[in-house]
């Protein structure tokens, strides 16, 4: 079955970190770009994070630049987010996300179920 | 970055009616336009691409159109499975950006 599975979330105070995780079954992952999509708490959706197949293009939001590293291990078909410095306003659930493409248009067909971050004290 | 607003917020339509939800840019996207579909307590749903192509398995009641700075979602005759919210996505630029919403609702 083709999917994906976030992991990671939970309760975290400001300042803190966290490591996501995105593991995909079903296709190829290597071959993929992948990206990170968020959504605060009764919001809209918030594009965070990108990264090519290789593992040298990234992208970042501007809310998240300098705090938030993209990564993935192409062995372990895994997607990672390193969320440093956290803040309130990164209270959401955070999807994984499959572009449709190989060679990418960014635009998404699989997407996880999300893991929920909260930052709170 | 490239602003996305939709409208309207809220759409009520009746079953078996046409809704027409609305998308506009802040610049030219020219056709690169997605449209996404999300239900309460769910991932989002990839409905349109390339501002006209329907995503695998999508029905062909949904329906998008425009290019540049206007874009539209149809769908022809609304049944109580589409109510949902419905996002817009840019990705001609970087940073990727969603438009705010259109909450479609059975009147």
């Known amino acids: 079955e083709v999917q994906l599975l976030e992991s990671g979330g939970g309760l975290v105070q400001p300042g803190g970190s966290l490591r996501l995780s995105c593991v995909a079954s079903g296709f190829t992952f290597s071959s993929y770009a992948m990206t990170w999509v968020r959504q605060a708490p009764g919001k809209g959706l918030e594009w965070v994070s990108a990264i090519r197949s290789g593992t040298d293009n990234t992208y970042y939001a501007d809310s998240v630049k300098g705090r938030f590293t993209i990564s993935r291990d192409n062995s372990e078909n895994t997607l990672y987010l390193q969320m440093n410095s956290l803040r309130a306003e990164d209270t959401a659930v955070y999807y994984c996300a499959k572009p449709q493409q190989l060679v990418p248009s960014w635009f998404f067909d699989l997407w996880g179920r999300g893991t929920l971050v909260t930052v709170s004290s | 970055e490239i602003v996305m607003t939709q409208s309207p917020a809220t759409l009520s339509v009746s079953p078996g009616e046409r809704a027409t939800l609305s998308c506009r840019a802040s610049?030219?996207?020219?056709?690169?336009l997605a449209w996404y579909q999300q239900k309460p307590g769910q991932a989002p749903r990839l409905l349109i691409y390339g501002a006209s192509t329907r995503a695998t398995g999508i029905p062909a009641r949904f329906s998008g159109s425009g290019s540049g700075t206007e874009f539209t979602l149809t769908i022809s005759s609304l049944q109580s499975e589409d109510v949902a919210v419905y996002y817009c996505?840019?990705?001609?630029?970087?940073?990727?950006?969603f438009g705010q919403g259109t909450k479609v609702e059975i009147k």
């Open positions: 996505q840019q990705y001609k630029n970087w940073p990727l950006t």
């Open positions: 610049q030219s996207v020219s056709s690169n």
